[in-house]
């Protein structure tokens, strides 16, 4: 089932999102900047601050009281790199346990029908998994982004997806 995240799951977020973001960006092992990257990132403040905020939209998959998945919209939040506007997709996350089982599709169909047909997102160019599942759902790649952060500096590509 997918809902409207509520302050209540916080918690539960939190924790999904680390053990996602750990397993796509820390394939080489766990280092201490990756390590401050994901934990001052994914806060249960943050959730409940992106809950509140009128400029985004936060999805979650569930069963029952288990949260499986979740899909962050930015709905103030225009591709500038390429002029493409539209809302962007800030994060899609499904547990590893629960892929190839719809959820992800489920998710951004959901967001389409919430906040229409036209997105973007942002996805690190070494995550082929997820390019790979981006580009089967539609979207294209319409150029070059970079994510920093401790003198650090990874690719990522800039996905479109418009229906037609």
């Known amino acids: 089932m997918i809902r409207s995240a509520v302050q ?5 977020l939190t924790a999904l999102s680390i053990q996602v973001w750990l397993h796509a960006y820390a394939t ?24 509140a905020d009128p400029d985004y939209r ?8 288990n949260l499986r998945g979740y899909i962050l919209l930015g709905l103030d939040s225009p591709c500038e790199e390429k002029n493409y506007g539209g809302v962007e997709v ?12 719809g959820i992800g599709r489920a998710l951004l169909d959901h967001a389409r029908g919430s906040a229409g047909d ?6 690190w160019a070494g995550n082929i998994q997820a390019l790979g599942f981006y580009r089967a759902y539609g979207f294209t790649d319409i ?3 970079w994510h920093e952060f401790e003198d ?13």
């Open 8 to 12: 209540a799951d916080g918690m539960s």
């Open 28 to 51: 080489e092992g766990v280092s201490d900047d990756l390590a401050r990257e994901v934990l001052s990132t994914f806060t249960p403040e943050y959730f409940r601050e992106i809950i």
């Open 58 to 65: 936060l999805f979650v998959e569930v069963d029952g009281e």
């Open 90 to 101: 800030d994060t899609l996350y499904v547990q590893e346990h629960f892929h190839g089982r």
């Open 118 to 123: 036209r997105l973007w997102l942002t996805a």
């Open 143 to 145: 150029g070059t982004a």
């Open 152 to 164: 650090q500096k990874y690719e990522n590509r800039i996905l479109a997806y418009q229906a037609k």
